[in-house]
Nanobody
Framework: QVHLVESGGGLVQAGGSLRLSCAASGRIFSINTMGWYRQAPGKQRELVAVITSGGSTNYADSVKGRFTISRDNAKNTVNLQMNSLKPEDTAVYYC????????WGKGTLVTVSS
């Protein structure tokens, strides 16, 4: 069994910053990709950022230059530093890992007020 626990969500004013963290635990032998997705009310879940085991990253166009994803392979953690937040970043943010099986966290709410 694999468990993902996200933390760091909350309420922030536009222009502010938040840092999300996700810790994976359980029967994990190796993690391929680690990533963050988000789902705003009434919208489909979308990719925010992903990072491979080798450190290659990919970002949604809407967050490039504002968000930074990082991971600690020894601790099985992935972080998302979010700067210059906008109201349209408001969503539930989900952590996902692939081992190669996919596991999802339960999500953490990020609310950006204007």
């Amino acid at each position: 069994q694999v468990h993902l626990v996200e933390s760091g969500g909350g309420l922030v004013q536009a222009g502010g910053s938040l840092r999300l963290s996700c810790a994976a635990s359980g029967r994990i032998f190796s993690i391929n990709t680690m990533g963050w997705y988000r789902q705003a009310p009434g919208k489909q879940r979308e990719l925010v950022a992903v990072i491979t085991s080798g450190g290659s990253t990919n970002y949604a166009d809407s967050v490039k230059g504002r968000f930074t994803i990082s991971r600690d392979n020894a601790k099985n953690t992935v972080n998302l530093q979010m700067n210059s937040l906008k109201p349209e970043d408001t969503a539930v943010y989900y952590c996902k890992i692939t081992t190669p099986w996919a596991y999802w966290g339960k999500g953490t709410l990020v609310t950006v007020s204007s």
